[in-house]
């Protein structure tokens, strides 16, 4: 079991309707460490493709970006939500209904901040239906911008946006993928990710 697995059956609580509350080291409190690990294990997952730019969304994953754009030392971009942003001149324009909060949320980001030359890795703290992710590459690619990747702390491996993105194509690593998740016995099957041959964990290189 992995760092994040470990910290999700210790602090995680289940609530009903497949929702899985982190707030006190993710979603509400943030646990630094926890997020410095996760940046050194994308690092390490990603290792020998090209990022020029870390991409992520209001207002969850935008720790982990952190975290994650200092080990790169590369610029990192928030898309941001808003019920009322409809398409100009200066905004990418994408649209993402909230799995959480179940409404339709239209994000953006000027067009400044996303160009054709960016090579981009997505993070996000969670993955489910890929709502959120297929708007940040729909975004990426309204730039002429490249996808280089999509890393994800918490992947819900019961909903469908983790296989559907990796049969477009898409490198997508979760540190965490959930095979099932039980309400009332407060039990999470993780599902069970072989260390992969990617190197050794010199995040100086690559
Ligand atoms: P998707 O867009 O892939 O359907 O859902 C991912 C987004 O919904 C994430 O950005 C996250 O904010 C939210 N989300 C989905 N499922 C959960 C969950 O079980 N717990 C929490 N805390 N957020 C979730």
Do not use: C
Not at 76 to 93: G, I, R
């Amino acid at each position: 079991m992995n760092f994040l697995e470990e910290k999700i059956l210790r602090d995680g609580v289940i609530k009903e309707g497949n929702i899985l509350k982190v707030d006190s080291f993710l979603n509400h409190q943030i646990d630094i460490d926890i997020m410095r690990q996760m940046a050194y294990e994308f690092k390490r997952r990603f290792r020998g493709v090209n990022v020029n730019k870390v991409l992520t969304i209001e207002a969850s994953g935008i720790a982990i970006a952190t975290l994650l754009g200092d080990l790169y030392d590369v610029p990192v971009v928030f898309a941001k939500k808003s019920q009322t942003a409809n398409s100009t001149d200066d905004k990418y324009v994408s649209q993402a209904y909230s799995f959480t909060h179940k409404k339709m949320n239209n994000v953006f980001i000027s067009k400044p901040y996303l160009s054709a030359t960016d090579e981009v890795l997505i993070v996000d703290d969670f993955l489910a239906d890929g709502q959120a992710a297929h708007a940040l590459i729909d975004l990426v690619h309204q730039a002429g911008a490249k996808v280089a990747g999509i890393g994800i702390a918490i992947e819900k491996g019961q909903q469908k946006g983790g296989s559907i993105l990796r049969s477009e194509g898409y490198m997508v690593e979760s540190i965490a993928i959930i095979e099932s998740m039980d309400w009332e016995k407060q039990t999470i099957k993780f599902r069970n990710q072989p260390e992969k041959p990617l190197g050794d964990t010199n995040l100086t290189q690559g």
